[in-house]
């Protein structure tokens, strides 16, 4: 196991973010949200030696390769991470056994909503659960079912998303229930400034997903890394759903024909849904199965026209691929910074 010097925190924002700190076991509440394909046990286990937190991306990940890969992580890392596991995927069951037998700090449930027996097999393996949150309704029945904490995502996010943006959720969510319980602040995160201003808000902390994509320990392929320091913000799009008889999970990610094949996915699978080919749930798991792959062509093989570019919009704030310790310290410097000047102005 590598040695590393984890990037520390300040004497102005020890006091801010310790909720955060305290909850994930990490020198700083910066979460490096799961991405599929991405977030492999190389880049949790660096970003969890440095100080931040990261979440392991079962997406659909077969059983033996899941327990693998916690395995290979821990091998590579004494410091907490999680387990992100996909409630709609079809090995998603399977995995949460698999995340309860090997005890896991941290479980994350993602991409729909978990059933309450769910939650309460991931707390009684001593777990500590979080749930996304992308409406307060969801906040609610996450809290009501024994989520530990939520990750408010808006729909800036990259990957899979909600319908409602960062600044709405903030007031909806944030500040209807951050005494409750610890609440990361999730969609559009870039810079160390926002990370500032979110902890004055009530947040106990962060995830981001695209800024650490461009991390020189992530493992993406070069030229999907190239396309994120490219792009504008504008250029990341949310796909539509196009009938309520095939609900999907919306998805953010740079334009390419990789978008375009999706409404024609959807399509296809609405007449098999019409003649009763296949259900609902097999079209469903047809569109996670194709989100997967797609993935793949585009941060592994780095085919960056027909495959998937899954990417927030703070895409548009990212300039140059850098280490990921310098990534940290600059978030962190950032955010010291902008509550150093707003703790000026109050005084003022």
């Known amino acids: 196991m590598a040695t590393y010097e984890p990037v520390k925190s300040t004497p102005r924002l020890d006091p801010i973010w310790a909720l955060g700190k305290k909850f994930l076991g990490s020198e700083l509440p910066i979460m490096c949200g799961a991405m599929t394909w991405i977030s492999d046990p190389k880049l949790v286990s660096t970003v969890s030696n440095m100080g931040g937190f990261a979440s392991l991306a079962g997406g659909n990940m077969p059983p033996e390769m899941f327990s693998d890969t916690i395995d290979e992580t821990r091998r590579l890392t004494d410091r907490p991470f999680a387990a992100n596991i996909i409630v709609i995927a079809p090995n998603y069951r399977a995995q949460l056994d698999i995340c309860c ?17 769910d939650v309460e097999q991931a707390k009684d393996s001593g777990a500590k659960v979080v749930c996304f949150a992308s409406t307060a309704s969801i906040a609610e029945r996450m809290i009501a079912y024994g989520a530990d904490a939520l990750v408010l995502e808006g729909s800036e996010a990259g990957g899979h998303i909600g319908h409602v943006s960062t600044i709405v959720l903030l007031q909806d969510i944030l500040f209807s229930y951050g005494d409750k319980l610890p609440i990361f602040v999730a969609g559009g995160i870039a810079h160390g400034g926002m990370i500032g201003h979110l902890l004055l808000m009530g947040a106990a902390g962060v995830q981001l997903g695209t800024r650490f994509v461009v991390a020189e320990e992530c493992q993406a392929h070069p ?17 539509p759903q196009y009938s309520h008889k095939l609900p999907v999970v919306a998805v953010r990610a740079l334009k390419n024909r990789a978008m375009d094949r999706f409404g024609e996915l959807q399509m296809e699978l609405l007449q098999k849904l019409a003649s009763g080919e296949i259900n609902r749930q097999e079209a469903q798991f047809k569109v996670e199965e194709y989100w997967v792959g797609s993935l793949r062509e585009g941060a592994v093989d780095g085919d960056v026209d027909k495959g998937s570019l899954m990417a927030g919009q703070s895409v548009g704030l990212i300039r140059k691929v850098q280490p990921l310790r310098e990534i940290l310290q600059q978030l962190v410097d950032e955010a010291d910074l902008a509550v150093t000047g707003a703790a000026r102005r109050l005084e003022a």
Not at 101 to 117: T, Y
Not at 223 to 238: D, G, L, N, T
């Open 101 to 117: 037998e090997k005890k896991m700090s941290h479980i994350v449930f993602a991409g729909s909503i978990p059933r309450q027996s």
């Open 223 to 239: 030229k999907f890394k190239e396309a994120f320091i490219k792009a504008r913000s504008r250029e990341a799009i949310s796909t």
